[in-house]
């Protein structure tokens, strides 16, 4: 059951923009890293961003200078602006927070809270 909420995602053509964000309204643990997965079917959970509590970002080749990770600890929000989408950026897009200790970011199975999932799909 997810436990963080996300909004935004959508149909927009080749080279469009989106953004997606991701909100803990019941203030679940959230931990030093949160990030952003996506999935295509009959594929694995792809990690694409990541940014930690101090602000430091982390992108996976296929986004890095295109999407742009951030977050607000006030409101414990996280952000994606994906510009310059791509049709391959077509697939399901996951937050997640609440990383093991000593875990590496780009690691689904380590994470311990997920949003539910918004569909993003690229195509003219």
């Known amino acids: 059951q997810a436990q963080l909420v996300q909004t935004g995602g959508g149909a927009v053509p080749p080279g469009g923009s989106l953004r997606l964000t991701c909100e803990n309204p019941e203030l679940f643990v959230i931990g030093d890293y949160m990030a952003w997965f996506r999935q295509t079917p009959g594929k694995e959970r792809e990690a694409i961003a990541a940014?930690?509590?101090?602000?430091?970002?982390h992108y996976s080749l296929s986004v890095k200078g295109r999407f742009t990770i951030s977050r607000d600890n006030a409101k414990n929000s996280l952000y994606l602006q994906m510009d310059s989408l791509r049709p391959e950026d077509t697939a399901m897009y996951y937050c997640a927070a609440d990383l093991n200790d000593g875990g590496s970011w780009w690691h689904s199975e380590e994470y311990h809270t997920w949003g539910q999932g918004t569909q993003v799909t690229v195509s003219s």
């Open positions: 940014i930690e509590d101090s602000g430091r970002t």
